[in-house]
DNA sequence: GCGCTAAAAGCAAATAATTTGCGTTAATGG
DNA sequence: CCATTAACGCAAATTATTTGCTTTTAGCGC
């Protein structure tokens, strides 16, 4: 597991990790996953093969590595006002994202890692959108089912259909959301400050 | 897409392939997988290297291939008598099984490929096997959900967690299983050769 | 700022893996 | 049993990976 973790932060070390990202992306885009080599990459990034090799020691760990930050979130879950909505529309573009092909790979490319780091932070990142929400919901006075919940209820079976070969449906998507709110029907977790008296 | 499909199945292309996928099982043993290579894989196989390279291109095809032998179910479901009960047994012993670390690997081989025909053959044994206990529901006249409902609601979430890093607990699978048999009331599905007169 | 220390990068030689061309073996079908 | 051809073995050519050593430079105490 040599990834970029305790490495130097700033100057050189950090041009080289940026530049060997770009060229990793750069040549996803115009080449067959397949076809993209180690020497390749330290070519388009002017660097030489031993760097990558020795911070990352294979093409499959830069590979995570570069498919994490592309499938960190850029954005807040859109605000529609309200719980069922915002669920809704953020299930229904996180399953179009992560069905798409380069969504596809990139999830592949992450689990196929021996280190599995970035696995378990694809799913924090997951897993913070889904509070976000739910902390909108709360604000509102609205309930709103836990976390664990909706990632059993709606975003593991969408994952799992797309890592073993079914493509969700957008019908099936919205039936798992209105099956987790309903679910979970009034439950709503006071705040951690909240006094003890009820 | 090299795998083994359209394949001389008798004869000495048979034995080379069962040479090799024995060299690997045995391998995996002794070694941590990332020491396995291909040169090392065909010289415990006692044939040449090129062979493997051409009937499987890469060592991922290949581990794939013999994972999902490895992930074929060998037994039919333990019979408990009841669908809950034969439900329950059979997650718990796919979990156990599925979060151990040879079948984490297992199922890490299957997904890597690039070629995810085997991921889908792992879906496919998973899906007889809950079928078999639905079979047997419905011969005792006891209701049970649809397979894709057993899917989402119990196999996805234990799957999902293992992938994503966390371990699902004993308790929380036992969870799963109460709830999608909670969520599916009587809908029992008439067989096919009923006739239409209801 | 200025030098010290060591982490990270570069370079090149050595090793190992992969590809490929071609001859040989043997499975399949008539 | 023979013809056909897929699959194998072998070895040479290519390409990827590892490794020892040198150079650069980030981080840090002064």
């Not at 830069?62 to 499938?71: G, K, S």
């Not at 694809?122 to 902390?135: G, K, N, S």
Request: hydrophobic share 40%.
């Amino acid at each position: 597991m040599p990834a970029k973790e305790n490495l130097r932060p700033g100057g050189r070390s950090a041009r080289v990790q940026a530049s060997v990202h770009n060229a990793v992306r750069s040549l996803l885009k115009t080449m067959d996953r397949a076809d993209v080599t180690i020497p390749l990459i330290a070519a388009e990034a002017g660097v030489t093969p031993s760097t990558i090799y020795r911070r990352w020691g294979e093409l499959q760990e830069l590979l995570a590595d570069v498919a994490v930050e592309r499938l960190r979130p850029d954005m807040l879950p859109i605000d529609t006002g309200s719980a069922r909505g915002d669920l809704e529309v953020w299930t229904e573009q996180y399953c179009e994202e992560m069905s798409s092909g380069i969504g596809r790979d990139m999830m592949r490319d992450v689990l196929a890692a021996q280190d599995n780091a970035n696995a378990c932070k694809c799913d924090a990142f997951t897993r913070e959108q889904i509070a976000l929400i739910a902390e909108r919901a709360h604000a509102r006075g609205e309930a709103f089912p836990d976390i664990d919940a909706v990632m059993d209820g709606v975003v593991a079976p969408i994952i799992y259909r797309i890592l073993f070969g079914d493509q969700p449906s957008i019908e099936r998507v919205r039936d798992l959301v209105t099956d987790v709110l309903a679910r979970e029907p009034i439950r709503q977790p006071q705040p951690a400050s909240a006094p003890i008296s009820g």
